[in-house]
């Protein structure tokens, strides 16, 4: 008999051989609300700190959806300034728990990334994914836009390909497409192949100097430094943007189709 998921979601942590593997779930295409993003900051954090751990797995339950980026029913309910930042601040968060948490997070993605889905992905170090994982950015089509996550998506793209996606919210790229751009180090026909790959990649990486690994993490994230307030300050601009008359009618219409 298979486990009952939470209708309200989860986030958990499992240490095993040097790796914690972080998964999330929401029975809305695990979508991250408030409450989710807190906790999966919280929980890379931790296992940042835990010096069991030599390198962290970030995925998600199910099949064919890796995120479906921000919860519609929370962005529909917020109705002040300081509620939306609060709400986008969840993504800064987990952007900046990865950068900062000090151990290398690999990404696995069996499916489709929309939004602040493709902004998690794109925070990984390291990130692997099926050929059903491909990937749109909504933001514009719904009144806003992917200021907060533009910098982690940038930073593996660059900015023309940022540019593209931004402003073609309505298009799904293929894995391979986001593959050849930059997101995905590699692509597999199969959540299982996907799977087996990673085992080996985790075992390997668990095998290194744990302050070689550490200071490659430096490394990768060099020139973020700024990312505290830089993000916070993108979380304002969405915050605002989504008490917008525009923003409310297209966000309902969109989460009503």
């Given amino acids: 008999m298979s486990e009952k998921k939470p209708l309200s979601g989860y986030v958990k942590t499992t240490v095993s051989g040097g790796v914690a593997e972080i998964e999330f779930y929401h029975p809305a295409h695990n979508s991250l609300p408030g409450a989710l993003l807190a906790d999966l900051a919280s929980k890379i954090l931790a296992a940042g700190r835990d010096e069991k751990v030599m390198v962290i797995l970030l995925k998600s339950a199910g099949d064919r959806t890796f995120c479906a980026g921000a919860s519609f029913d929370e962005l529909i309910s917020i109705e002040d300034e300081s509620t939306g930042k609060k709400f986008f601040m969840g993504f800064a968060n987990v952007i900046n728990a990865i950068r900062t948490c000090g151990k290398l997070v690999i990404g696995r993605v069996q499916g489709k990334a929309v939004g602040g889905g493709v902004g998690v992905l794109s925070a990984t170090d390291y990130c692997f994914a099926t050929r059903y994982a491909s990937i749109r950015l909504s933001e514009l089509a719904v009144g806003i836009g992917p200021f907060v996550i533009g910098p982690a998506v940038s930073r593996k793209t660059g900015l023309a390909t940022f540019s593209k996606l931004a402003l073609s919210p309505n298009e799904w790229q293929s894995a391979q497409y986001a593959a050849e751009v930059g997101l995905y180090a590699g692509v597999f ?48 601009v969405s915050g605002k943007l989504v008490l917008s008359e525009f923003s409310k009618k297209t966000i309902t219409a969109f989460k009503n189709r």
């Fill in 189 to 236: 026909d199969s959540t299982e192949e996907l799977d087996t790959h990673l085992s080996e990649v985790l075992k390997e990486l668990s095998s290194y100097n744990p302050k070689a690994l550490n200071q490659l993490k430096k490394v990768f994230w060099e020139g973020t430094e700024d990312w505290g307030n830089l993000l916070e300050e993108r979380a304002i």
